[in-house]
């Protein structure tokens, strides 16, 4: 499968704390993205990272990738509450085709 | 519309019938893509729309399931005679997405489908 995998499945952490999550694909890949699900609702779009590129930030987000490695973390920092959502990591190969991990459910506790 | 709309939002069939779902783009969105995400799950990719493009129909499970784009627009994803695995959130998403580059993508909120 070029299904994408995310670690931990779950994650139970404390308002103000960092959540780290990580995800690790088989292909090459022309990006790789992630994503939040918050429960019942669609997916909304976080942060894209460019196969060339090796770090990212966008305000409480920093991703990185390591192609080599073939993964990439996702780290949220002084979470809130509202942060709680699944976060999943969608790998772009080069025929535009979406590969998406099975996602970590994270619950930041107030 | 604003963003990407899904009808109906919810859907319960019985068994052997046959449903469509309605996926309605952003406006100018060349690419469109159906997944399809059981409980507590990872999203599963079924079809992918691009231009005028014909689709990348392989993630479709079964012959049972077909989807069209019509003026490269609104699409209708079609399951004939629904088997009970089949219930699942069905989503779909649109992008600026072309041969050249790759864009995001924007979700609707789906259509929860029940198969009794």
């Known amino acids: 499968s070029q299904q994408g995998e995310e670690d931990p499945q779950a994650l139970s952490i404390q308002e103000g704390e960092n959540a780290t999550m990580n995800c690790s694909y088989k292909?090459?890949?022309?990006?790789l993205q992630w994503y939040r699900q918050n429960s019942g609702r669609g997916l909304v779009h976080l942060i894209l990272?460019?196969?060339?590129?090796r770090e990212k930030h966008s305000g409480r987000l920093r991703v990185t990738l390591d192609t080599s490695k073939k993964s990439s973390s996702l780290l949220i920092t002084a979470s809130r509450a509202a942060d709680t959502a699944s976060y999943f990591c969608?790998?772009?190969?080069?025929?535009?085709?979406?590969?998406f991990g099975t996602g970590t459910s994270l619950t930041v506790i107030p | 519309g604003a963003g990407v709309s899904q009808s109906p939002s919810n859907k319960v069939t019985e068994k052997g019938k046959d449903v469509e779902l309605r996926c309605d783009p952003i406006?100018?969105?060349?690419?469109l893509y159906w997944y399809r995400q059981s409980l507590g799950q990872g999203l599963e990719f079924l079809i992918y729309?691009?231009?005028?493009?014909?689709?990348?129909k392989s993630g479709l499970p079964s012959d049972r399931f077909s989807a069209e784009r019509t003026g490269g627009s609104v699409s209708t994803l079609t399951i004939q005679r629904t088997q009970q695995e089949d219930s699942a959130v069905y989503l779909c998403?649109?992008?600026?997405?072309?041969?050249?580059?790759?864009?995001?993508?924007?979700f609707g909120e789906g259509s929860r489908l029940t198969v009794l």
């Open positions: 729309f691009q231009g005028n493009s014909a689709p990348d």
């Open positions: 998403a649109s992008s600026l997405t072309t041969s050249f580059s790759t864009g995001e993508l924007f």
């Open positions: 292909t090459s890949i022309n990006n």
């Open positions: 990272i460019r196969s060339n590129e």
């Open positions: 406006s100018g969105h060349t690419a």
């Open positions: 969608a790998t772009v190969d080069t025929g535009n085709q979406f590969y």
